[in-house]
Nanobody
Framework: QVQLVESGGGLVQAGGSLRLSCTAS????????MGWCRQAPGKERECVAT????????DYADSVKGRFTISRDNAKNTVYLQMNSLKPEDTAVYYC????????????????????WGQGTQVTVSS
């Protein structure tokens, strides 16, 4: 399995921005579709953004569309989540996730769609 390590979380005021990073190791990064999922206290984990192995295709949950941007740099084995116009309801632990999916694109919208997970990074948005 690919190993994933997230960074970049923190505390930010509403309306602010954060960029999360996730660095992968152990397998060929470009064979994986990548995603960001989040889990708030007392709520189920939800996936908010996914990106294809090449970076040419992306998909977003309605709750973050227009505010969050997922991207990847295969040369650096890293996927990013740029989060703008943050709201208090974006407060959650954010997890990087990977799905072995070389050469094709599928919209991965459920946590069960992914096979590998990072440890998570806390994002807190104050009002």
């Amino acid at each position: 399995q690919v190993q994933l390590v997230e960074s970049g979380g923190g505390l930010v005021q509403a309306g602010g921005s954060l960029r999360l990073s996730c660095t992968a190791s152990g397998r060929t990064f470009s064979n994986y579709a990548m995603g960001w999922c989040r889990q708030a206290p007392g709520k189920e984990r939800e996936c908010v953004a996914t990106i294809s192995w090449s970076g040419s295709s992306t998909d977003y949950a309605d709750s973050v569309k227009g505010r969050f941007t997922i991207s990847r740099d295969n040369a650096k084995n890293t996927v990013y989540l740029q989060m703008n116009s943050l709201k208090p309801e974006d407060t959650a632990v954010y997890y990087c996730a990977a799905k072995l999916l070389p050469g094709i694109w599928l919209k991965l919208r459920e946590p069960a769609d992914f096979g590998s997970w990072g440890q998570g990074t806390q994002v807190t948005v104050s009002s």
